[in-house]
């Protein structure tokens, strides 16, 4: 910043225009006032307009309208019957603020529209409102320029198979010294070649923070390539890019949910998904094994219609990517019409199969492949959330050692009277969850995600126009997936809990329903080894011994080693005879083990163990 700029604390340049417009009883002047503040960088005009009548009257008016379309912008009446009547009226000016990096030759160019003042019979038409003012002392502003883009071999380099990313609202952040501005922001989208150039105010600014929207960490994690935001003292900053990395390149998941709990020969809708949460594109097949005691109607159900083959509904999807301008859209939503037959009653389960194609680079093989079963109960609320797992009993269980993703599945549905244009949901995540773990799996609109406090997530679905209830059932269901880790470990009794708030459009939040996991440990947990050999603990936790019992079959003896989590033997027990021993916590210290039973051949099973 030059030492001259901080002398000049504000610089004022007032513009009087003489035009005059007259038509028989009118007399008009435009009178715009423009001023230059250099705390703030830039230019502002008020446009008023010193119009007299005469040979006015009580009850008289004036009018100044839109010389095209006889928009109305300012009037006034002769309350008091003045002759000649003196008037000043507003008139609209299109651009009232002009910072310093949008002038003209050093002009403030301001322009107003083109207006007729209408006083009785008379009409003073094609007043022409463009002014400009001549800043002396601009304020200075630098580039920071770069390219947002795909990088595929992970080399920090943009070459070989590398996609640019075309439309990415890049942004700037700048904090600011100015007597009367703390910060200011400015952004640009990135073109087809993925090539961004932002103008950053220079004059006042201490640093500033170079980033693209938020919806994007949701995809691509930080790398040392390319961080979530630059931020730099200096100006001008060239090659500012954005080398985003993919986590996966393919990785085809499938998942299914409900509009809420089943009754007997009552209709519902089920919702089988397909998800890419990769950046390359996956097509295939969607598969879904219906239980013999429901009713498939294919009209009630969500276009397109599906291939029907006996039991199994089939679609085809094509192109599914994590990668898409301006939302997260990576899946493919069916939304089925069932009903569950007449004899269907209270505490059955009505079980189904979720299966989609395998693609061959395909990162995750599990999760292709999805069962579940629904209770048939009672009547639900539309907007609700569930969990997977949902764990056991009441307080959803879930094993200690059991440090799997949980997946959250938050549903919504507009049984109002009209079309809901905008929909948000506000997601709060439990503080034992760690929020960078979040991952978008599923979702039946395009969603653009965003970050609005630390663990607090907020989906909005922008012009979703979901059709409400009435006018068409079977498209007024939504709903939203995402996965999320715990921290771990988490002490026994821990408690994960997750409810969301729901706002379509202007309406008030409506608030899901709270779900539940409990941290638990369940006596006599079993561990498989691959031969299938079972080994049980009690108690696990324990304080001073424990039981292992061990279906060995022909495999004894054998021998038993505990490490700790280095990989550090800290006991071994050879030629064990018994199928049931006891381990003695004798000189070992509190802490997380793993144990591993084994014959000289072969690994009869292994597992975890937790000394208090």
């Known amino acids: ?248 390149n393919v990785d085809v998941q499938c998942y299914a949910g409900s509009n809420g709990i089943i009754r007997p020969n009552i209709p519902f809708y089920l919702f089988p998904t397909v998800s890419n949460t990769g950046c390359d594109v996956a097509s295939g097949q969607l598969k879904l094994l219906l239980d013999n005691r429901v009713v498939f109607n294919p009209i009630l159900s969500s276009v397109p219609t599906p291939t029907i083959s006996g039991d199994t509904l089939i679609w085809d999807y094509f192109n599914l990517t994590n990668l898409s301008s301006g939302g997260y859209w990576n899946s493919f939503f069916a939304n089925v019409h069932l009903t569950p037959i007449p004899t269907v009653t209270i505490g059955d389960n009505l079980c189904f199969k979720v299966i989609t194609t395998i693609p061959a680079s395909d990162l995750n093989i599990t999760n292709n492949v999805y069962n579940f079963c629904l209770p048939v109960v009672n009547s639900y609320d539309p907007n609700f959330k569930e969990v997977s797992p949902a764990g056991a009993g009441a307080t959803g269980g879930i094993d200690y050692f059991d440090d799997s993703v949980l997946n959250y599945t938050i549903h919504f549905q507009n049984t109002g009277t009209a079309a809901a244009y905008n929909i948000s949901i506000i997601d709060t995540l439990d503080a034992n969850i760690i929020p960078s773990s979040l991952k978008i799996v599923g979702s039946s609109h395009t969603v653009t995600p965003e970050w609005i406090a630390p663990g607090v997530v907020k989906f909005n679905f922008y012009n979703i126009f979901l059709p409400d209830s009435t006018s068409n059932e079977a498209a007024s269901h939504g ?60 108690p696990n936790p324990f304080k001073e011994s424990t039981l292992f019992v061990v279906d060995a079959g022909e495999n004894i003896p054998f021998n038993f080693t505990l490490t700790d989590v280095q990989g550090k033997i800290v006991k071994s027990i050879q030629g064990i005879n018994e199928s049931n021993f006891q381990l003695s916590r004798e000189g070992i210290e509190n802490g997380i083990y793993f144990y591993s039973i084994s014959t000289a051949n072969i690994v009869l099973g292994t597992g975890k163990i937790i000394i208090e």
């Open 1 to 248: 910043m030059k030492s001259t700029y901080l002398l000049l604390l504000l610089s004022c340049i007032t513009l009087s225009v003489k035009a005059q417009y007259v038509q028989g009883d009118i007399n008009a002047m435009p009178q715009p006032s423009m001023n230059h503040d250099f705390n703030t960088c830039s230019s502002t005009c008020n446009l008023m307009y010193a119009i007299t009548i005469s040979n006015s009257f009580l009850g008289d008016s004036v009018k100044i309208k839109d010389e095209s379309s006889g928009t109305l912008y300012s009037q006034d009446i002769n309350s008091t019957g003045a002759n000649p009547w003196y008037v000043f009226l507003p008139v609209p000016i299109f651009n009232m603020v002009i910072t310093d990096d949008q002038l003209s030759a050093g002009n403030a160019n301001f322009f107003g529209p083109l207006v007729k003042v209408v006083s009785g019979l008379d009409t003073a038409h094609n007043i022409s409102n463009f002014y400009s003012n001549f800043v002396s002392s601009p304020c200075l502003y630098g580039n920071v320029s770069g390219r947002v883009y795909v990088d595929y071999n992970a080399d920090c380099s943009f070459n070989g198979a590398d996609v640019p990313l075309q439309s990415i609202n890049t942004s700037s952040y700048a904090n600011l010294n100015s007597p009367s501005v703390s910060s200011i922001g400015a952004g640009g989208y990135s073109d087809a070649n993925g090539m961004y150039n932002i103008t950053v105010q220079e004059t006042w600014m201490t640093d500033y923070s170079v980033y693209i929207p938020s919806n994007y960490q949701f995809i691509f994690p930080s790398t040392a390539c390319s961080p979530v935001v630059y931020s730099f003292s200096t100006l001008p900053q060239s090659n500012v890019d954005f080398s985003l990395q993919c986590s996966s």
């Open 479 to 538: 709903s939203i997936r995402f996965e999320v880790k715990r921290i771990f470990p988490l002490a026994i009794g821990t408690e994960i809990r997750n409810k969301a708030e729901i706002y379509f459009d202007f309406n008030p939040a409506i608030v899901t329903n709270s779900v539940l996991n409990t941290i638990e440990y369940i006596l006599g947990t079993s561990e498989l080894s691959t031969n299938s050999n079972q080994i049980k603990v009690y």
